[in-house]
């Protein structure tokens, strides 16, 4: 699972033939420099235990300089770090980490991460409304990896105007099957029109904005 990096052929090296002091001097080497990957690596592993014992605290550290760099990989594995072990805990502490992880695996999600994508769901199934809201605000306030904030603005307005479209050409279809059929029967034909009127163009704003990786 380490991230690979031409630069890191000779760590990969020391790992593949356990000489995992040699490796972890190696990456450290790295990241005291600022490199963002082998930051991640060496969280990695802390998390794991390779060639020692398990450091979650070491682990979260060098996977939140990372993250904070716009890694997604490390952005990922942050949030595992952080909600992982309190997903059957209710408390504050774990509110507050929910709150914390849903930043990072949705900051991950905006560049493509296939497995943030699929965690934020899950992590939402948890959360509560107040939760989800604190985490949107601190994403749509934080420093977005390779998204300004007016293009973060263009992915929410994609959401909100498939809702609104939806509901709007729903409405007028609704209008004008009254006037054409008339009676009874255009009251019928209508509601059909209502229906197809409000579902083609919530999906179709619904694709966009999870193409995007928005929701």
Known sequence: YMIKRPDFLEAQKAIKQK???EA???YKEYADRGNAAAQ?????MHEIGVGGDRNDQEAEKWYRKAAEQGLAEAQFLLTQV??????MEDNDKSSELFTEGY?????AAFQGHSEAKRAIERLAKRMTPEQLGKARKLIEDSVIPNMSKREF???EGFRRLSIVLGIGFGLVGGFFGIII????????ASS??????ITVPFVLGWGIVRTLGWI
């Open 153 to 155: 603005k263009v992915l």
């Open 82 to 87: 952080l909600v992982g072990d309190i997903m």
């Open 192 to 197: 059909w029109i209502v229906v197809v009127s």
């Open 40 to 44: 991640a690596n060496l969280g990695m």
């Open 181 to 188: 059929a008339g009676g009874t029967n255009g009251l019928l």
């Open 103 to 107: 930043v990072w695996v949705s900051l």
């Open 24 to 26: 972890y001097s190696l």
């Open 19 to 21: 000489n995992y002091s």
